[in-house]
């Protein structure tokens, strides 16, 4: 994941949804689809973040906002009913996000849940809250967290507040291939409904080449394969 690879990926995407009328992902049909990416972060504001945090964040993602961007954003909405067809009808948005500067904040909100909600990480539900620090909050209420508990792991994981079906997913095996897999399937979502077409389990990632993921890509212009976008 490079500067350039980002921009082009993101770019490419928000031009073929626009082609279908997408919005910026607050109002369907109004404005193109929002593409916002920072240049990266200096190494010293991400030991600052850290510091407050309390956390040591996970190498893939330390290596995305200090050589790629510190804060980026894409989002988008199809007009109502203007979506691609069965099996997919149900997708209608996108969205893929991340602030460092913002992770205390939206870290302490995550806890807040986490300890009042989910304070048992014995139980088996509330134990995939445990052990993540979350880099995006879905609108639903839900979280985009990697895995902090096992160094060797840093998987993306999904994390429901109220029993979704996409709870305790892992959508990449770390933050950097969570990117590229993301940009490969337009970066559908984030509600769990909306990507868990292109899964087969909660461990099977998100599968870009899959048969949804090509019908999906094809809806859009974007090309058959994944590496088309």
Request: net charge negative; proline share 8%; charged share 25%.
């Amino acid at each position: 994941m490079t500067p350039e690879r980002l921009h082009t990926n993101w770019t490419r995407i928000a031009a073929a949804l626009e082609r279908k009328g997408a919005g910026d992902g607050h109002q369907a049909g109004e404005g193109s689809p929002r593409v916002e990416i920072a240049p990266p972060a200096p190494r010293a504001l991400v030991d600052s973040v850290e510091t407050e945090l309390g956390v040591t964040l996970p190498q893939s993602f330390r290596d995305v906002v200090t050589k790629v961007s510190g804060n980026a954003t894409i989002s988008w909405q199809l007009p109502e009913g203007k979506g691609p067809p069965k099996p997919l009808h149900e997708v209608f948005s996108g969205e893929c996000s991340w602030d460092l500067q913002g992770l205390p904040e939206l870290y302490a909100r995550y806890r807040e849940w986490r300890d009042d909600l989910e304070s048992d990480p014995t139980d088996e539900y509330s134990a995939v809250w445990h052990g993540k620090i979350p880099f995006m909050a879905v609108p639903n209420g839900d979280y985009m967290t990697i895995d902090i508990a096992s160094p060797g792991e840093q998987a993306v994981v999904y994390v429901s507040h109220d029993d979704g079906r996409g709870h305790g997913y892992r959508l990449g095996s770390t933050f950097a291939d969570y990117l590229e897999r993301c940009a490969a399937l337009a970066c559908v979502g984030s509600e769990d409904w909306q990507w868990l077409p292109f899964t087969e389990g909660p461990d099977s990632l998100l599968l870009p080449d899959s048969e949804n993921a090509k019908q999906w890509r094809a809806w859009l212009g974007l090309g058959g394969s994944a590496g088309d976008v």
